[in-house]
């Protein structure tokens, strides 16, 4: 039995050593003798600490270490230039904690973080010309998206939009209220229908309708303008007008059409000169009286084949023509949300706002028997997309499914009791009741983020 021991230890001892003598050094070269890239492997035969691989003239490609076949620890990759093209972190073999890419010329193409090989928190993408202007941000969480856009992408695009003049499209002829073409075209006068547009485009940007295309229309301006003074000439304010007896016929026809298909308002100032720059803000706060549980002109502002609007003003009355459906193609979405899913700037929301949710009609229903609300204060780490819930939900002063068709399909309004909208106020909604056009239960959960 001792001679057997003495035997099996032997054999043992032998094959450890031999399996240590298969640790190795690697070194590959280039045709003109210099080193490419030099590695080790580990007992196994898997490549096992440094790793170092090269460009053509000893320039260094990419710096790394393994652990038994795994990337483990800081790696780095340069251009040929000797910049940094890649900085980033690997345990066993996935990407962990900071990851940095840059462009050729040096400044930053990707910034993100990563946990055990899945994107978490902040991800950026630059514009590789300009001063490390963001063109992508959003922010993960163990690799879902949980805001596809990053306050900097936002304000860019705001900016963008305020700048970039409305184009005017339509027929001029054939249609009364010359005026109304005279006032386009006045430079003074434009500034009104100008800023209308525009934030008209703000808002569907927010609220990720398409904006980009958006025309201000002679015709739809003519019969935004007769509503406009068919109300001033009645004092008062309604989609089906009687005929004023000082206005012709012709012109009433553009009035009541304008009345019936339009967004209405009524301004505390007695004489307005031009289309009121806040307009399409008042129409999208849509807070007075029983609007606040229908949000009905905020929903024209938001209908997805919206493309051609007109805006109009008499003394204290306004109209804007929104009943157009000349977007030949619908745009792809789930809900339309107000205020939008992820970063929000409060300059465009009060607490006197309700919030609304639209489902595209052709995907989900709403029924308010079975619809559960709950609006949550929460807390969000911006760094590792971490979130963290209040215990319990706000309560809410407004809760109401309107089913008639106002842009599209049913609309869910609801608003917290007590909210901000200041710099930093993050809330977590969770929505219950919701069905599928199969008729099946769908919660809806995102985050508000204002700022």
């Known amino acids: 039995?001792?001679?057997?021991?003495?035997?099996?230890?032997?054999?043992?001892?032998?094959?450890?050593?031999?399996?240590?003598?298969?640790?190795?050094?690697?070194?590959?070269?280039?045709?003109?003798?210099?080193?490419?890239?030099?590695?080790?492997?580990?007992?196994?035969?898997?490549?096992?600490?440094?790793?170092?691989?090269?460009?053509?003239?000893?320039?260094?490609?990419?710096?790394?270490?393994?652990?038994?076949?795994?990337?483990?620890?800081?790696?780095?990759?340069?251009?040929?230039?000797?910049?940094?093209?890649?900085?980033?972190?690997?345990?066993?073999?996935?990407?962990?904690?900071?990851?940095?890419?840059?462009?050729?010329?040096?400044?930053?193409?990707?910034?993100?973080?990563?946990?055990?090989?899945?994107?978490?928190?902040?991800?950026?993408?630059?514009?590789?010309?300009?001063?490390?202007?963001?063109?992508?941000?959003?922010?993960?969480?163990?690799?879902?998206?949980?805001?596809?856009r990053g306050p900097r992408q936002i304000d860019a695009e705001l900016a963008k939009i305020a700048k970039t003049k409305v184009k005017l499209d339509g027929k001029t002829e054939g249609y009364g209220y010359q005026t109304v073409w005279d006032r386009m075209k006045d430079s003074k006068q434009i500034s009104g229908y100008q800023k209308s547009a525009q934030l008209l485009k703000q808002y569907r940007y927010l609220s990720r309708m398409p904006y980009e295309d958006i025309v201000l229309d002679y015709e739809a301006t003519v019969k935004a303008t007769a509503a406009a003074d068919v109300l001033n000439r009645l004092q008062t304010i309604s989609h089906t007008p009687r005929k004023p007896g000082s206005m012709s016929d012709e012109d009433f026809e553009y009035g009541k059409v304008g009345c019936k298909f339009g967004n209405l308002y009524t301004s505390k100032?007695?004489?307005?000169?031009?289309?009121?720059?806040?307009?399409?803000?008042?129409?999208?706060?849509?807070?007075?009286?029983?609007?606040?549980?229908?949000?009905?002109?905020?929903?024209?502002?938001?209908?997805?084949?919206?493309?051609?609007?007109?805006?109009?003003?008499?003394?204290?009355?306004?109209?804007?023509?929104?009943?157009?459906?000349?977007?030949?193609?619908?745009?792809?979405?789930?809900?339309?949300?107000?205020?939008?899913?992820?970063?929000?700037?409060?300059?465009?929301?009060?607490?006197?706002?309700?919030?609304?949710?639209?489902?595209?009609?052709?995907?989900?229903?709403?029924?308010?028997?079975?619809?559960?609300?709950?609006?949550y204060p929460a807390r969000l780490s911006t760094k590792t997309g971490d979130l963290e819930m209040g215990s319990e939900p706000l309560e809410l002063d407004v809760l109401n499914v309107d089913p008639e068709t106002r842009g599209v399909g049913p609309c869910l309004i609801f608003r917290p009791k007590q909210f901000s909208v200041k710099r930093g106020s993050t809330y977590a909604v969770v929505i219950d009741g919701i069905r599928t056009a199969a008729g099946e239960e769908h919660q809806l959960k995102y985050l508000v983020l204002f700022y």
């Open 1 to 148: 039995m001792a001679r057997n021991a003495i035997y099996t230890a032997t054999i043992l001892t032998l094959a450890l050593t031999a399996q240590k003598t298969l640790a190795e050094d690697f070194l590959e070269k280039f045709d003109d003798g210099s080193i490419r890239l030099r590695y080790s492997t580990n007992a196994n035969g898997n490549k096992h600490g440094i790793y170092v691989e090269y460009h053509s003239k000893k320039k260094i490609k990419i710096r790394a270490k393994y652990k038994d076949g795994k990337l483990h620890g800081k790696y780095e990759e340069r251009f040929e230039n000797g910049k940094s093209k890649i900085r980033a972190n690997y345990e066993d073999g996935e990407l962990h904690g900071e990851y940095e890419e840059r462009f050729k010329n040096g400044k930053p193409k990707i910034r993100a973080n990563y946990a055990q090989g899945k994107l978490h928190g902040g991800y950026q993408e630059y514009e590789e010309k300009g001063r490390n202007k963001v063109a992508k941000q959003l922010l993960y969480s163990r690799g879902e998206v949980l805001i596809e």
């Open 269 to 375: 100032d007695a004489d307005i000169p031009t289309i009121l720059p806040d307009l399409v803000h008042n129409f999208m706060e849509d807070s007075g009286g029983k609007n606040i549980e229908r949000v009905g002109h905020r929903r024209w502002c938001l209908h997805p084949l919206l493309l051609k609007t007109g805006f109009g003003s008499f003394r204290s009355l306004s109209a804007m023509w929104v009943n157009d459906t000349s977007r030949t193609e619908a745009p792809e979405y789930d809900f339309i949300h107000f205020p939008p899913k992820g970063y929000m700037p409060g300059k465009y929301f009060s607490s006197k706002h309700s919030w609304s949710v639209q489902p595209n009609p052709e995907k989900f229903t709403l029924n308010q028997n079975d619809i559960k609300v709950k609006v």
